[in-house]
């Protein structure tokens, strides 16, 4: 069962979509946000619930109010609700995305190389296993 609350969906062995969840933890003390790796059975479903590729991961997704975002609107509709300034860079929103896209295109295919990669998908500690699915 998906969560009432926004629904983020990530690369769980890419370090940077990693890192990119632990900011988005540690800017969202009111828990606003769950998150699931692509890789998980609810990641899966998801994909596959929206035509999208089940093996090459190439976005992070945001699952909120039942419509599925990705890439750079994802990204910035997900920093809209963090504390500490960063819901500024959502008026980046201005730029059409056939501007911003590209950019997080790039940054998307040259994540590996840049970022390296797990073995396996992070774990959550015990007191953040309940905003995983």
Not at 21 to 34: A, L, T
Not at 49 to 65: K, M
Not at 96 to 119: A, H, K, T
Request: glycine content about 8%; some cysteine; overall charge positive.
């Amino acid at each position: 069962m998906l969560p009432s609350s926004p629904l983020i969906l990530f690369d769980g062995v890419c370090n940077l979509c990693n890192g990119f969840v632990q900011f988005v933890i540690r800017h969202d003390p009111k828990g606003h946000f769950h998150f699931a790796s692509l890789q998980s059975e609810v990641g899966q479903k998801m994909l596959k619930a929206h035509g999208l590729p089940t093996e090459q991961f190439r976005s992070v997704l945001l699952l909120e109010d039942g419509k599925l975002y990705s890439r750079s609107t994802a990204a910035l509709r997900i920093v809209r609700r963090l504390n500490g300034g960063w819901s500024l860079l959502y008026a980046f929103g201005l730029v059409p995305r056939i501007l911003r896209d590209p950019l997080y295109d790039w940054v998307s295919r040259n994540r590996y190389r840049w970022f390296g990669q797990q073995e396996s998908c992070m774990l959550p500690t015990p007191e953040l296993k309940a905003r995983f699915l």
